[in-house]
């Protein structure tokens, strides 16, 4: 691999003016199209790689995933769909560099966010390696559950709730106290 010559992305950064003024379908398309530009890049390097299957089904607070077991690349939509430039510039090549990674000899051996990560992330596709998004999760997935201990209010997502009220006892990092429900949100009482 050789190293760019500039430290901005090799696959160029999309006009934000264009992405904020497309709707779902051609959302869709571009992010499709973003994909198949990494994978291009990717296959310069190692020809033999596979196409991956392509998902908007990811929830929750992570933006991507490779998921090797279905052959493709899961994508959060809800995070696309508010985050659509920072998305195909940060979290496109990340996923695929992990694709491109799992599928080198040794690739499976590998530490997800190890050396070879981030050598492809550097100079494949001229990123710095950041192994978290900095978006708000707040839509994604919400934690309308408040509980509290002696020190700080915790949030809970539905999943954590049920299974507080089966049983499942949690406790504070921070004081060690364990965690007591208080309420759920307004809008998730509503519902």
Known sequence: MTTPSSSAPVL??????ELES????????????????????????HPALPRPTVWLD??????GQAHFGRGGLRF??????????????????HEMAHWLVWHLDEGPRLRPHGHEW?????????????????????RASPAPYRYACGCQEHFFSLRRHRRATQGQAYRCRQCGETLVYQSAQASEKTQ
Not at 12 to 17: D, M, Q
Request: overall charge positive; aromatic content about 6%; hydrophobic content about 45%.
């Open 12 to 17: 160029p950064t999309p006009a934000l003016e």
């Open 22 to 45: 497309l709707n779902a379908t051609a959302l869709k398309a571009r992010l499709h199209r973003r994909v198949e530009d990494a994978f291009q890049l990717c296959r310069e390097v």
């Open 58 to 63: 990811l929830r929750g607070k992570s933006a």
């Open 76 to 93: 959060n939509a809800q995070l696309y769909a508010e985050n659509r430039q920072a998305f195909l510039v940060e979290v496109v090549p």
């Open 118 to 138: 981030k050598t492809v992330m550097r100079q494949l596709f001229g990123l710095a390696p950041s192994t978290t998004h900095r978006f708000d999760v707040t």
